[in-house]
């Protein structure tokens, strides 16, 4: 089996697909800082085949020794979100796209990428009309635009397939409760009310567990996706904040939903995005928003705040 390199493997997405990569057979090395104590990833170190080295990506050193070790490279560290990026906008570049621009200069040919970026890259896209993996990219946030450079850089080598994933929701080891729906279930179970400002603007969504399914199929049929770039979300949960909320008062009716006419999302991202590309191919996603609604309101029976605002751990 592949021996895989999967760097921030110890945050949100990592914690699930570590596990994941663990029971398809591969050797699995994990690079983190676990600057926030996080146990994530305790249940692999059983393992065999599981490395994990506290590390930090900036460390060229590091990352350039254990590049040559591995088959896959899967990176996940990055900042996350453009509230901590722009607190901390020296570390963003550093890590979103410097960290990128190193390790493709030490790629071998034989060396595989699977790189998740954000579909948040299409900033403010046309009323009614779906982004597609050729239409324009306009990053409206450092965030966005470290991310989109870092895409355009591995695409340009030729080695990489990305997956320009959608605003994930789910429960994870290593939670973050800040995702827009993972945010709204909870205000919607403790505070049971909420105010939004600018309603009506829309994003695409998929579950943390369908990042993992996505990342496998890709190493399952690498050859034929190779240098190809591909939106990864639910192509039935193109909403808008206000229709996320209905979707949250269907299972908790107590749940109160405002609108106020003043004040402005500080996040202008407003698009629909065409899932149909990496559909065509083959992939398909398990969990519906309803299901991720439903696992929400169990998972915050057992947790409270943890983390709500703590987003630079891993990717999104």
């Known amino acids: 089996m592949d021996k895989v390199l999967v760097t921030g493997g110890a945050g949100y997405i990592g914690s699930i697909l570590v596990p994941n990569l663990l029971a398809k057979g591969h050797q699995v090395t994990v690079i983190d800082s676990l600057i926030f104590g996080q146990a994530s990833l305790l249940e692999c170190c059983a393992n065999p085949n599981f490395r994990v080295i506290k590390g930090d990506v900036r460390n060229h050193e590091l990352v350039a020794k254990e590049l040559t070790r591995h ?6 560290a990055a900042i996350v979100g453009a509230p901590a990026c722009d607190r901390y906008p020296e570390a963003t570049k550093a890590i979103n796209l410097d960290a990128i621009r190193f390790l493709v200069s030490k790629l071998s040919i034989d060396q595989r990428v699977i790189y998740p970026v954000t579909n948040s890259g299409y900033g403010i896209g046309e009323t009614g009309k779906f982004c597609t993996e050729e239409s324009p990219l ?7 635009r470290t991310k989109v450079e870092a895409e ?11 997956l320009r994933l ?18 709204f279930v909870y205000r919607a179970v403790y505070d049971r009310f909420i105010v939004l400002f600018e309603a009506h603007f829309k994003r695409n969504y998929i579950h943390v567990r369908d990042i993992t399914n996505a990342m496998l199929f890709v190493m399952e049929n690498y050859n034929s996706m190779r240098g190809q770039t591909y939106n990864c979300g639910l ?5 808008s904040k206000r229709e996320l909320c209905d979707k949250i008062k269907s299972q908790l009716p107590a749940f109160h939903i405002l609108e106020s006419e003043v004040g402005e999302d500080p996040d202008k991202r407003d698009y629909i995005v065409s899932n149909e590309k990496i559909e065509a191919v083959g992939w398909k996603p398990r969990y519906s928003l309803d299901d991720g609604i439903r696992e929400l309101i169990k998972g915050y029976t057992i947790i409270r705040n943890g983390g709500r605002f703590d987003n630079l751990g891993g990717y999104a």
Do not use: H, W
Not at 71 to 76: M, R, S, T
Not at 170 to 183: A, F, H, K
């Open 71 to 76: 088959d896959i490279i899967i990176p996940l």
């Open 138 to 144: 306009c990053p409206i946030s450092l965030y966005g």
């Open 152 to 162: 355009a850089i591995l695409l340009e080598k030729g080695q990489a397939v990305t």
């Open 166 to 183: 959608a605003t994930v929701f789910g429960t994870s080891p290593r939670m973050r409760i800040d995702l827009l729906v993972n945010d």
């Open 235 to 239: 192509s039935d949960a193109n909403l």
